[in-house]
């Protein structure tokens, strides 16, 4: 009875576990926002450091930290530092649309991946909290979690972490 | 029987509404427009104006008036 009660506790438990610092990565292919018959998975990123990262357009917080990540992605090349959004709007057109108007906003392309999750099998498999969630990934693990968005300060900080990484 | 006291009340944990959990991806329907508040922004300012004035109390909101109630 004991250890039906444990796996019973167990079971409640693994479905709120979530991706933490430490955890492996959970890969998965998913398309390009825009260019639907490419597809994205984070292995296929050959960068030695990966920022992933969670987003949606209805998301004030993920709104807020896309110029930042135009700005950080601009500092590293590709093959060192790569951030791979994730959008998990209900419609990919609603994405697309806040990344044009994100371009001529801050007058810069948008230098990072997006990938689409359109069945937000990502989400379910990570399960933040709230949007946007961010992971730092190096090596097929998970370095950092940041929860909530990035701000000038923090971008610094994640800069230098991710050169210290780098090195 | 001792132990379906703490048994049964974990199986009827799983009828209960209070579990359903808000997927992150979900929480787009409560950014939506209409769950907001005050859906209107202009409507919330004037409503604000004419509050302000009915109850005597603090200013117009951030409305500038002779307090006529008109706008």
């Known amino acids: 009875m004991f250890r039906l009660i444990m796996l019973m506790l167990f079971s409640v438990s693994l479905s709120f576990a979530v991706v933490r610092s430490g955890d492996d990565i959970i890969d998965f292919s998913l398309p390009n926002l825009h260019e639907s018959s490419k597809k994205i998975s984070i292995t296929s990123t050959s960068s030695k450091v990966i920022l992933l990262n969670l987003w949606a357009s209805w998301c004030p917080g993920c709104k807020a930290e896309m110029p930042l990540f135009i700005h950080l992605q601009s500092k590293f090349n590709k093959k060192d530092f790569t951030i791979l959004t994730v959008n998990v709007d209900s419609k990919s057109e609603k994405a697309l649309k806040y990344l044009t108007k994100l371009e001529k906003k801050v007058n810069l392309p948008v230098n990072f991946i997006t990938a689409y999750d359109e069945h937000k099998n990502v989400v379910k498999a990570y399960k933040p909290v709230g949007l946007p969630a961010s992971y730092l990934i190096v090596d097929g693990k998970v370095k950092k979690f940041i929860m909530g968005s990035l701000t000038k300060k923090s971008e610094m900080r994640l800069e230098e972490e991710i050169k210290s990484l780098l090195k | ?71």
């Open chain 2, 1 to 71: 029987m001792r132990y379906l006291v703490f048994i049964l009340p974990l199986l009827f944990l799983g009828c209960s509404k209070k579990l359903v959990r808000v997927e992150t991806y979900e929480k787009e329907n409560f950014a939506k427009e209409r769950m907001q508040f005050s859906p209107m922004s202009v409507r919330d300012e004037f409503e604000g104006h004419l509050f302000g004035i009915r109850e005597s109390a603090v200013g117009g909101e951030s409305s500038f008036s002779g307090g006529c109630g008109c706008k």
